[in-house]
C-alpha cells in the first residue's frame, strides 16, 4: 500500500530513526510515557508474544514488561523447536521464556501442544501404521512438555487450528489420519492427566471472517463437551486486517462467548496491508475503528469468561505478518499492524487501545 498516509508514515519513521541516529549515535530512544502502562489499565491479562531473541532485546524488555501480564511463546515451545531431529525434546528456548516471565511476575500462555502444521518430523510418522505406539507417543509428548511446566504455565492451547478455513469439517493430519478426529479429545484429556491445574484451549483464526468456519468450529467444541472433552477456554486468534466490518467481529464474540467457555482473544494483528488495501482511504483512522469494535465486542462478553487478549507481537518490526514468508527479511513495505511502531514508540493506535480499554 502506498497511501500517502502510509508514505507519509513510513518517511517519517524512517526519518526518525536516522534523527535519532545522527542526534544520539545510538538507538532512538523508545517514548512509551505518552500513555500510561497498559496492563495497568486493561480488565483483563494483557498479553504478547514473544520469541526468545527478545529477551535479550533491552528495548523489547523494557517495553513490554510494564505494559504486558501474560506472554506466548511465538513458535519456540511448539512441536516445531521442542521435538527435533534428535526424537529429543529441546526445552531450552521454551525454558528461558517461562523463566523470563516469572522473573517479571508475568504469566505464560503454552502455544502450542497439536497442530496440523507441525509433525515433529519422523518421531510421529514412523508410528503411523502402529496406531497403540503412536498413541502412546502421542500421549507421551503432551506429558512430557506439560509436566515440564506444571505449575509454571497457566493455560495452554491444546489443539491449534483443528478446523478447515471453509469450515466444511476438521483438517485433515497426521493426527486425525492414524487417532481419527478423536485426536481432539484424546489430546485434551491428556493434559488434563498432565497438568490438571493448567487451564486447556481450542486455538483458531479467521472465526470472525468466515461464519461458516466459526459455526464449525463451535459446533466441534460442543459435541467434545457434550462427550466430557475437558476443553475449559476458546482461543479466537483474531489476525484481521483493518477493513473488516465491526458487526462480524461483534457477531463472532457473541457467537464464542455463547458456549460459556473462557474467550482468549489469542493472536491478535490488525493489518493494513492485508486482503484489500485499495478499499482504504484512510486505513489508519479503519484500524483504529476496528480495534474499537474488538475491544467493544470483547467488553461485551462477561468479565467471567474473559480470559484476556495477546498481541501477536509488540512492535510492529516484530510482526511475523512482516516475515510470514519465514524468510528473515522484512517486507519492503512493512506493515504495521501492532499497538507500537517499529522503533517502539505509541502509535495513535495505542492511545486509542487506551481510550477504549478504560
Ligand atoms: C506463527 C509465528 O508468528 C511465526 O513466527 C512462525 O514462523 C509461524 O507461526 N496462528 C498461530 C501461530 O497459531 O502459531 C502462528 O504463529 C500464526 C498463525
Redesign the pocket.
Known amino acids: 500500500m502506498t497511501s500517502p498516509q502510509l508514505l507519509g508514515r513510513r518517511s517519517v519513521l524512517t526519518g526518525a530513526a536516522a534523527l535519532g541516529v545522527a542526534a544520539t549515535g545510538t538507538r532512538a530512544e523508545t517514548v512509551f510515557d505518552a500513555v500510561p502502562p497498559l496492563k495497568s489499565i486493561t480488565p483483563y491479562p494483557l498479553g504478547v508474544?514473544v520469541k526468545v531473541s527478545q529477551l535479550d532485546d533491552p528495548t523489547w524488555v523494557k517495553l513490554a514488561t510494564p505494559n504486558f501480564s501474560r506472554v506466548t511463546p511465538?513458535?519456540e515451545m511448539k512441536m516445531e523447536y521442542l521435538l527435533q531431529a534428535d526424537h529429543n525434546l529441546h526445552f531450552d528456548r521454551a525454558d528461558r521464556i517461562v523463566d523470563f516471565a516469572h522473573q517479571h511476575g508475568m504469566s505464560v500462555h503454552g502455544?502450542?501442544l497439536i497442530w496440523y502444521a507441525l509433525e515433529g518430523g519422523d518421531h510421529f510418522t514412523n508410528l503411523a501404521g502402529k496406531p497403540d505406539a503412536f498413541l502412546d507417543a502421542y500421549v507421551g509428548y503432551i506429558t512430557s512438555v506439560m509436566q515440564r511446566y506444571a505449575g509454571r504455565i497457566r493455560s495452554w492451547d491444546v489443539v491449534?487450528?483443528p478446523v478447515r478455513n471453509d469450515g466444511s469439517g476438521l483438517r485433515d493430519c497426521l493426527w486425525s489420519k492414524v487417532l481419527g478426529n478423536d485426536y481432539i479429545g484424546l489430546a485434551l484429556e491428556a493434559a488434563k492427566r498432565a497438568d490438571p491445574g493448567a487451564l486447556r484451549f481450542i486455538?483458531d483464526?479467521n472465526l470472525e471472517l468466515t461464519p461458516k468456519k466459526r459455526s464449525a468450529f463451535l459446533k466441534m467444541c460442543e459435541r467434545l463437551l457434550k462427550d466430557g472433552a475437558p476443553l475449559q477456554g476458546i482461543g479466537t486468534?483474531t489476525?484481521i486486517a483493518a477493513d473488516i466490518s465491526p458487526q462480524a467481529i461483534r457477531d463472532a464474540m457473541k457467537d464464542i462467548a455463547s458456549l460459556g467457555l473462557l474467550v482468549h482473544v489469542s493472536?491478535v494483528d490488525i493489518s493494513l496491508q492485508e486482503d484489500h488495501p485499495a478499499n482504504l482511504a484512510q486505513p489508519l483512522k479503519h484500524q483504529i475503528s476496528t480495534l474499537n469494535a474488538l475491544l467493544s465486542a470483547y467488553h461485551d462478553v462477561p468479565a467471567a469468561q474473559r480470559y484476556g487478549l495477546t498481541l501477536?507481537g509488540l512492535r510492529d518490526s516484530d510482526s511475523?505478518i512482516n516475515y510470514q514468508k519465514?524468510s528473515g527479511v522484512m517486507n519492503v513495505k512493512p506493515d504495521e499492524p501492532l499497538l507500537f511502531d517499529a522503533l517502539g514508540r505509541p502509535k495513535p493506535l495505542t492511545r486509542a487501545f487506551v481510550r477504549a480499554v478504560k
Open positions: 508474544a511465538e513458535w502455544h502450542t491449534n487450528e486455538n483464526y486468534q489476525h493472536e501477536w511475523w519465514n
